[in-house]
């Protein structure tokens, strides 16, 4: 879908929200090279990229309403969780394990968010375990007849497992509203798709489940932000789930501990590089005249400062009292649900 | 009062949470037409097949699905349908459940119950008899029940739906029918993690949990007839967090330990219990801490005469009651 | 040789394959039915039959080359087991656990069929998970370079569970040599298929793998046979798996612990009675002459002596001697009492 003013109009968004689109992307971008400038320093012991896939994540979480639908989101999603709202500063105390860090106060790796107030759920590392997570707070929505909706994110390698499979099963049983986003790279870690699936979309595997699956290009954040407005509009008026598959490239390894070179030619990834969602959007935005070469500098510096300050702030915050491990095993204080 | 067998108590108690709490909801395969085991029976007329909820065959899902709905307002009692049902969804549990108020620092809580029956002793071959409760009493995060009576079925499966974190309730399937007991009309609790003294004694401590239990207390008996051997009976009811204050007292009184329990013996959860009263209680002993368990075969195999050969019973108790009081 | 006129719609089987298919459905029915009397009776705990699936059964299995291609059954799959060669004797070992029972020595309940003698996998309770099972067997196959295929069977509500789509997935990446039978009688045990999937036919997930999926009559053992014989000659090619959907019915309860009317109106099964796949077939052969009243007859009464002599047989075997609960837990090794 080529940006044009017609097709913006056509997704109601105004100049400020194209801005505002183009500002988490970069914040995104600028938080996940600093983590990774931070790890080869040595200051924490690992961080995974979001770098490329600013778009389906961008694209996906502006529509959705921050701290009323709840976001499912995996490690790769930085950017996911930087518009739903949480600051530079939050994800960074989760790359320093700081004892403030709001995810998880040092207990998880980086890159896994978790908000309360912005209902971003906490997530653990074994692949799709979020996705039936998903399913449940969209049943419990739909049981108590609320209008949110749940989103569940996950990669390419993760629709292989059974949890993916009973979850798409389940929402579509029960024609949950939910939201299924796959933010497709092509790999998961050195195994390519055709490894993984036989298919060349895994879109299609939605009409085994009864609902509709769109594959979209995960690199124009527009285009998946117009298929997930319509995605979230049939969750909230009852018609169930959908599968949004946005095929999209990870720009980088896909740690600190790996080494893409051992499997992804250095061609693939220029292609790709050329394709770079942030480019490309900025690019658009020159065209409408929303953007001019003063206001993106402007926007550059604003982030670069921000995420400077993020981290001069959270290497200075403490870290964690050792004993504090030992907390919070079970709930504490003797809450009760009776 | 009323007598009630224990599926009926299990039943009543989830009844009236969920008369109490509309936030409570039943789901499995199966429980909209009352469960295999007649647990949710009556509950989609009371309640509706929204409340009482038949899942698709996918126990992964269900529990992970459970612990997303208690995420959002919902308390879940998941239901799977037999214990060695659990292991598709045992990621869920362990992974998921016990660490997710951990691992988000105390921010995230999952009130859940997973019920489900366990247990040997009714011809269900090697996949409708197994004891899981070794497995998730490993694991920090969790709570874990077994219940083998009406009267501590009913109390403790309401602390387990009152309480804040997530509760693996495990129902010997054995002792579904096979008891009557007096159940109080109102409202009772009892609380997850006190052990209960079945049967007083002064010779021996015999600490055990579930089916077990009852033979434990038939083996009491015929000691006390036959050898006037005096036996105390302690049902732990709850094996994680479990009543170690409850079974080093006894211990320390009789100055004898035997533990009985169904599960394979390597590694079951009264090795446990045992390395905690060697440790904290060695200067009492008398006579070494014994365990009475089964063999280390696949729990359990679906002919009689196998299954009988494998599993502890009163006689074979009994014999290591003897044997412990010689000492 | 006598040139034998090909029957129309016999999917190129001649009259004794045709009669042959015939007879194995029966057996299935009266083991089946067996079975579930002698529960009745109290001499064996527990049943569970495949009445009304055995269309679906004997019709997959017909087509495959027994003791070489690999069976991966569920505990349905009676007529499968029979097809494939094991003897009603051999059912009724396992299903009064006697020592002889090549199942499992009375370890495992009745018809959890397994005979390495001829590739049928001994299978677990838990559903499904047999499924990765069989896609394994057949990359071995593959990596192997034999021409053995393997089949794995299930019911609706398997298709659920992680385990299905792990192996499905699985197949279609490496172009296995497997097919997957769903024998779809709408229930699982209580559940009605409208609450385990949300769509019509199963069969159409095959797309999202990457191989073809077809729904069939499940009642109708011709028809059954045309689409699996031609998944197997896809297998056999090497152009990969296939799933294969059958509809069909049980016309008995879940198993032996199972009230079936508490889910189930008389009703609907009083209309599946009707469709019955033996009544079916039976009129299909007489219709087209393949045999008459009277040679139908007697092959009912055959396979009812044959399973009468199974019975009396099985009823006079040892039962296990109760220290051999300790042996095979690892190879060779063996507890001390
Ligand atoms: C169950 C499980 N298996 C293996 C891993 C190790 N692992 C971590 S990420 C990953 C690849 C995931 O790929 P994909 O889902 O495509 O997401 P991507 O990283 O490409 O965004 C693997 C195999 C894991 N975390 N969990
Ligand atoms: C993992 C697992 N969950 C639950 C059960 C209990 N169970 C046994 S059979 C069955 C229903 C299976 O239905 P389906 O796959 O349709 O096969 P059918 O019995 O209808 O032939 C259930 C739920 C089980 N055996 N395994
Ligand atoms: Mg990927
Ligand atoms: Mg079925």
Request: hydrophobic fraction near 40%; charged fraction near 25%.
């Given at each position: 879908?080529?940006?044009?003013?017609?097709?913006?109009?056509?997704?109601?968004?105004?100049?400020?929200?194209?801005?505002?689109?183009?500002?988490?992307?970069?914040?995104?971008?600028?938080?996940?090279?600093?983590?990774?400038?931070?790890?080869?320093?040595?200051?924490?012991?690992?961080?995974?990229?979001?770098?490329?896939?600013?778009?389906?994540?961008?694209?996906?979480?502006?529509?959705?309403?921050?701290?009323?639908?709840?976001?499912?989101?995996?490690?790769?999603?930085?950017?996911?969780?930087?518009?739903?709202?949480?600051?530079?500063?939050?994800?960074?105390?989760?790359?320093?394990?700081?004892?403030?860090?709001?995810?998880?106060?040092?207990?998880?790796?980086?890159?896994?968010?978790?908000?309360?107030?912005?209902?971003?759920?906490?997530?653990?590392?074994?692949?799709?375990?979020?996705?039936?997570?998903?399913?449940?707070?969209?049943?419990?929505?739909?049981?108590?007849?609320?209008?949110?909706?749940?989103?569940?994110?996950?990669?390419?390698?993760?629709?292989?497992?059974?949890?993916?499979?009973?979850?798409?099963?389940?929402?579509?049983?029960?024609?949950?509203?939910?939201?299924?986003?796959?933010?497709?790279?092509?790999?998961?870690?050195?195994?390519?798709?055709?490894?993984?699936?036989?298919?060349?979309?895994?879109?299609?595997?939605?009409?085994?489940?009864?609902?509709?699956?769109?594959?979209?290009?995960?690199?124009?954040?527009?285009?998946?932000?117009?298929?997930?407005?319509?995605?979230?509009?049939?969750?909230?008026?009852?018609?169930?789930?959908?599968?949004?598959?946005?095929?999209?490239?990870?720009?980088?390894?896909?740690?600190?501990?790996?080494?893409?070179?051992?499997?992804?030619?250095?061609?693939?990834?220029?292609?790709?590089?050329?394709?770079?969602?942030?480019?490309?959007?900025?690019?658009?935005?020159?065209?409408?005249?929303?953007?001019?070469?003063?206001?993106?500098?402007?926007?550059?510096?604003?982030?670069?400062?921000?995420?400077?300050?993020?981290?001069?702030?959270?290497?200075?915050?403490?870290?964690?009292?050792?004993?504090?491990?030992?907390?919070?095993?079970?709930?504490?204080?003797?809450?009760?649900?009776? | 009062?009323?007598?009630?067998?224990?599926?009926?108590?299990?039943?009543?108690?989830?009844?009236?949470?969920?008369?109490?709490?509309?936030?409570?909801?039943?789901?499995?395969?199966?429980?909209?037409?009352?469960?295999?085991?007649?647990?949710?029976?009556?509950?989609?007329?009371?309640?509706?097949?929204?409340?009482?909820?038949?899942?698709?065959?996918?126990?992964?899902?269900?529990?992970?699905?459970?612990?997303?709905?208690?995420?959002?307002?919902?308390?879940?009692?998941?239901?799977?349908?037999?214990?060695?049902?659990?292991?598709?969804?045992?990621?869920?549990?362990?992974?998921?459940?016990?660490?997710?108020?951990?691992?988000?620092?105390?921010?995230?809580?999952?009130?859940?119950?997973?019920?489900?029956?366990?247990?040997?002793?009714?011809?269900?071959?090697?996949?409708?008899?197994?004891?899981?409760?070794?497995?998730?009493?490993?694991?920090?995060?969790?709570?874990?029940?077994?219940?083998?009576?009406?009267?501590?079925?009913?109390?403790?499966?309401?602390?387990?739906?009152?309480?804040?974190?997530?509760?693996?309730?495990?129902?010997?399937?054995?002792?579904?029918?096979?008891?009557?007991?007096?159940?109080?009309?109102?409202?009772?609790?009892?609380?997850?993690?006190?052990?209960?003294?079945?049967?007083?004694?002064?010779?021996?401590?015999?600490?055990?949990?579930?089916?077990?239990?009852?033979?434990?207390?038939?083996?009491?008996?015929?000691?006390?007839?036959?050898?006037?051997?005096?036996?105390?009976?302690?049902?732990?009811?709850?094996?994680?967090?479990?009543?170690?204050?409850?079974?080093?007292?006894?211990?320390?009184?009789?100055?004898?330990?035997?533990?009985?329990?169904?599960?394979?013996?390597?590694?079951?959860?009264?090795?446990?219990?045992?390395?905690?009263?060697?440790?904290?209680?060695?200067?009492?002993?008398?006579?070494?801490?014994?365990?009475?368990?089964?063999?280390?075969?696949?729990?359990?195999?679906?002919?009689?005469?196998?299954?009988?050969?494998?599993?502890?019973?009163?006689?074979?108790?009994?014999?290591?009651?003897?044997?412990?009081?010689?000492? | 040789?006598?040139?034998?006129?090909?029957?129309?719609?016999?999917?190129?089987?001649?009259?004794?394959?045709?009669?042959?298919?015939?007879?194995?459905?029966?057996?299935?029915?009266?083991?089946?039915?067996?079975?579930?009397?002698?529960?009745?009776?109290?001499?064996?705990?527990?049943?569970?039959?495949?009445?009304?699936?055995?269309?679906?059964?004997?019709?997959?299995?017909?087509?495959?080359?027994?003791?070489?291609?690999?069976?991966?059954?569920?505990?349905?799959?009676?007529?499968?087991?029979?097809?494939?060669?094991?003897?009603?004797?051999?059912?009724?070992?396992?299903?009064?656990?006697?020592?002889?029972?090549?199942?499992?020595?009375?370890?495992?309940?009745?018809?959890?069929?397994?005979?390495?003698?001829?590739?049928?996998?001994?299978?677990?309770?838990?559903?499904?998970?047999?499924?990765?099972?069989?896609?394994?067997?057949?990359?071995?196959?593959?990596?192997?370079?034999?021409?053995?295929?393997?089949?794995?069977?299930?019911?609706?509500?398997?298709?659920?569970?992680?385990?299905?789509?792990?192996?499905?997935?699985?197949?279609?990446?490496?172009?296995?040599?497997?097919?997957?039978v769903i024998e779809n009688n709408q229930y699982a045990i209580s559940v009605h298929v409208r609450k385990q999937f949300a769509v019509e036919d199963i069969s159409i997930r095959a797309e999202g793998y990457g191989f073809p999926g077809v729904t069939v009559d499940g009642n109708?053992?011709?028809?059954?046979?045309?689409?699996?014989?031609?998944?197997?000659?896809?297998?056999?090619?090497?152009?990969?798996?296939?799933?294969?959907?059958?509809?069909?019915?049980?016309?008995?309860?879940?198993?032996?612990?199972?009230?079936?009317?508490?889910?189930?109106?008389?009703?609907?099964?009083?209309?599946?009675?009707?469709?019955?796949?033996?009544?079916?077939?039976?009129?299909?052969?007489?219709?087209?002459?393949?045999?008459?009243?009277?040679?139908?007859?007697?092959?009912?009464?055959?396979?009812?002596?044959?399973?009468?002599?199974?019975?009396?047989?099985?009823?006079?075997?040892?039962?296990?001697?109760?220290?051999?609960?300790?042996?095979?837990?690892?190879?060779?090794?063996?507890?001390?009492?």
């Open positions: 879908m080529a940006i044009t003013k017609e097709a913006i109009k056509t997704f109601g968004l105004t100049e400020e929200q194209l801005l505002e689109m183009h500002y988490k992307m970069l914040l995104a971008r600028a938080v996940s090279v600093r983590q990774r400038v931070l790890q080869r320093m040595g200051k924490g012991p690992m961080t995974f990229s979001g770098e490329g896939h600013e778009a389906v994540q961008v694209g996906t979480a502006f529509a959705l309403r921050p701290g009323r639908d709840w976001v499912f989101a995996y490690y790769r999603d930085v950017a996911v969780a930087l518009t739903v709202g949480m600051t530079p500063v939050e994800i960074l105390r989760g790359f320093f394990a700081r004892r403030d860090d709001i995810s998880s106060g040092g207990r998880n790796m980086p890159s896994h968010f978790s908000h309360p107030d912005l209902r971003i759920v906490s997530g653990s590392a074994p692949i799709a375990t979020q996705i039936p997570h998903a399913v449940g707070a969209a049943l419990a929505a739909k049981l108590r007849k609320l209008d949110e909706i749940s989103v569940a994110y996950f990669g390419d390698g993760a629709t292989s497992t059974g949890d993916w499979h009973e979850s798409m099963n389940f929402a579509g049983v029960h024609k949950l509203p939910m939201v299924f986003v796959c933010e497709f790279n092509g790999y998961a870690i050195s195994v390519p798709w055709r490894k993984q699936a036989a298919i060349e979309n895994v879109a299609v595997r939605a009409a085994g489940y009864g609902f509709p699956g769109v594959t979209l290009n995960g690199n124009d954040v527009l285009e998946v932000y117009g298929a997930m407005t319509e995605a979230v509009k049939r969750a909230r008026s009852g018609e169930g789930p959908t599968l949004i598959e946005a095929k999209t490239y990870r720009l980088q390894p896909h740690s600190s501990d790996d080494d893409d070179r051992r499997y992804r030619t250095r061609e693939e990834v220029e292609q790709w590089a050329q394709k770079d969602p942030i480019v490309v959007f900025a690019m658009s935005l020159h065209e409408l005249g929303v953007l001019d070469d003063k206001s993106e500098q402007e926007l550059n510096d604003r982030v670069n400062r921000e995420v400077d300050e993020a981290t001069d702030k959270v290497e200075q915050e403490s870290t964690p009292e050792p004993e504090s491990a030992l907390r919070h095993v079970f709930v504490e204080g003797g809450a009760s649900n009776g | 009062m009323a007598e009630k067998n224990m599926v009926e108590a299990i039943h009543d108690a989830m009844f009236e949470e969920m008369k109490r709490d509309d936030r409570i909801i039943v789901m499995g395969e199966d429980v909209g037409e009352g469960g295999v085991f007649r647990a949710t029976d009556g509950f989609v007329a009371e309640f509706g097949e929204e409340r009482c909820m038949d899942t698709p065959l996918a126990e992964s899902c269900i529990v992970g699905a459970a612990i997303g709905a208690s995420l959002n307002g919902i308390i879940p009692i998941a239901e799977i349908q037999f214990a060695d049902f659990s292991h598709p969804a045992f990621d869920q549990l362990v992974s998921e459940a016990a660490r997710l108020h951990y691992r988000s620092n105390g921010t995230w809580s999952c009130p859940i119950v997973v019920r489900t029956p366990y247990g040997s002793g009714i011809h269900g071959g090697p996949y409708h008899s197994q004891s899981i409760e070794a497995f998730y009493a490993h694991v920090p995060g969790l709570k874990v029940i077994c219940v083998a009576s009406p009267y501590d079925a009913k109390g403790l499966l309401k602390s387990a739906i009152r309480d804040p974190n997530p509760v693996v309730f495990l129902e010997h399937k054995k002792a579904y029918r096979a008891f009557r007991q007096e159940i109080p009309d109102g409202d009772y609790t009892i609380p997850i993690g006190q052990a209960e003294t079945k049967r007083e004694g002064s010779d021996i401590s015999l600490i055990t949990y579930g089916m077990m239990t009852h033979h434990s207390l038939k083996a009491a008996e015929t000691l006390e007839q036959e050898d006037g051997t005096s036996v105390e009976v302690i049902d732990l009811r709850t094996v994680s967090p479990w009543d170690k204050e409850r079974v080093l007292g006894s211990v320390k009184k009789t100055g004898k330990a035997l533990i009985v329990y169904e599960d394979n013996i390597t590694g079951g959860f009264g090795a446990e219990v045992a390395a905690t009263i060697a440790q904290d209680a060695f200067d009492y002993l008398d006579g070494p801490v014994t365990r009475v368990a089964s063999p280390d075969v696949p729990i359990s195999p679906y002919s009689g005469i196998l299954e009988e050969y494998i599993l502890p019973n009163p006689e074979k108790i009994a014999e290591a009651i003897r044997k412990l009081a010689a000492y | 040789m006598v040139s034998v006129k090909e029957i129309t719609g016999a999917e190129g089987l001649s009259r004794d394959q045709l009669l042959d298919l015939y007879y194995k459905m029966l057996l299935a029915r009266t083991v089946g039915q067996r079975e579930r009397m002698l529960n009745r009776m109290g001499k064996g705990p527990f049943a569970v039959t495949g009445e009304g699936h055995e269309a679906l059964q004997v019709g997959t299995a017909y087509p495959l080359k027994p003791g070489h291609d690999w069976i991966v059954p569920y505990y349905r799959d009676i007529g499968v087991a029979l097809t494939i060669g094991q003897t009603p004797l051999d059912l009724l070992l396992a299903h009064l656990s006697r020592e002889g029972d090549i199942s499992s020595g009375g370890r495992n309940m009745p018809s959890h069929f397994s005979d390495p003698r001829l590739h049928i996998v001994s299978g677990s309770a838990p559903v499904a998970t047999h499924f990765p099972h069989a896609a394994g067997i057949a990359l071995a196959s593959k990596l192997r370079g034999l021409d053995e295929l393997s089949v794995c069977y299930t019911g609706d509500g398997g298709t659920s569970t992680g385990d299905c789509h792990e192996a499905m997935n699985f197949a279609g990446v490496h172009k296995l040599p497997v097919i997957f109708d053992v011709l028809a059954v046979y045309a689409a699996m014989k031609e998944a197997v000659d896809r297998a056999r090619r090497g152009d990969g798996a296939t799933l294969i959907e059958g509809k069909t019915y049980r016309l008995v309860p879940h198993t032996s612990d199972d009230d079936d009317r508490r889910y189930r109106s008389r009703e609907e099964v009083e209309e599946w009675t009707g469709k019955d796949p033996l009544v079916r077939y039976r009129n299909w052969l007489k219709e087209n002459d393949v045999a008459d009243e009277a040679k139908l007859d007697s092959l009912h009464e055959h396979a009812a002596r044959e399973v009468d002599e199974a019975t009396e047989q099985a009823e006079k075997a040892p039962t296990p001697k109760p220290e051999s609960a300790l042996d095979h837990v690892l190879i060779e090794e063996r507890l001390a009492g």
